[in-house]
Antibody, heavy 117, light 107 residues
Framework: QVQLVDSGGGLVKPGGSLRLSCAGS????????MAWIRQAPGKGLEWVSY????????FYTDSVKGRFTISRDNAKNSVYLQMNSLRAEDTAMYFC??????????WGQGTLVTVSS | DIQMTQSPSSLSASVGDGVTITCRAS??????LSWYQQKPGKAPKLLIY???SLESGVPSRFSGSGLGTDFTLTISSLQPEDFASYYC?????????FGQGTKLEIK
């Protein structure tokens, strides 16, 4: 069955960096767009970024442009989110998800990022 | 960016009741709308895609409708496991924005 495992979250100081990972299995990873979606504590869902199956296309929400970079390694069935210049407002649970025509059938369990001094 | 506005933000209902949640887009998104259910501490679960297509394994008491800017999610007869938060999401243009959510609570 399809499984996505998110990892890499943790506590980081403002201005710091963190790299999230998401490992997929049970499906042909290289055929699918992948996305990162986040949820601040007690808040709603916020779409963050996606990357195309071949990594030729990526897109970011405005609040993370220039600070976050999405990438993927199809040989390792993994997608990554490099987060730099982190701010308190980036504190959230980060979920990776498989994108199928822009909707998300399969999600990771999430990894928590806390930005605090 | 396309803004998605859900209403109500919260809703109290009893087991067996029927409820409707609405989602309005700031511009036409044709039928590119999904609905998700989320329980505390869990990842969201896809319920409806393409505005009205029921995801495999989702009970038939869930249904979606709408086209253009106005959409609804209807639960025909609430079961105890349906008390959760619900989100709409547009996939017409990036960024693929979500509604702010509707928390469905037991009355």
């Amino acid at each position: 069955q399809v499984q996505l495992v998110d990892s890499g979250g943790g506590l980081v100081k403002p201005g710091g960096s963190l790299r999230l990972s998401c490992a997929g299995s049970g499906f042909t990873f290289s055929d699918h767009y992948m996305a990162w979606i986040r949820q601040a504590p007690g808040k709603g869902l916020e779409w963050v970024s996606y990357i195309s199956s071949s990594a030729s296309i990526s897109f970011y929400t405005d609040s993370v442009k220039g600070r976050f970079t999405i990438s993927r390694d199809n040989a390792k069935n993994s997608v990554y989110l490099q987060m730099n210049s982190l701010r308190a407002e980036d504190t959230a649970m980060y979920f990776c998800a498989v994108s199928i025509s822009g909707y998300y059938r399969h999600w990771g369990q999430g990894t928590l990022v806390t930005v605090s001094s | 960016d396309i803004q998605m506005t859900q209403s109500p933000s919260s809703l109290s209902a009893s087991v067996g009741d029927g409820v409707t949640i609405t989602c309005r887009a700031s511009q036409s998104i044709t039928s590119n709308l999904s609905w998700y259910q989320q329980k505390p501490g869990k990842a969201p679960k896809l319920l409806i895609y393409a505005a009205s297509s029921l995801e495999s394994g989702v009970p038939s008491r869930f249904s979606g409708s709408g086209l253009g800017t106005d959409f609804t999610l209807t639960i025909s007869s609430l079961q105890p496991e349906d008390f959760a938060s619900y989100y709409c999401q547009q996939s017409y243009s990036v960024p693929y924005t979500f509604g702010q959510g509707t928390k469905l609570e037991i009355k």
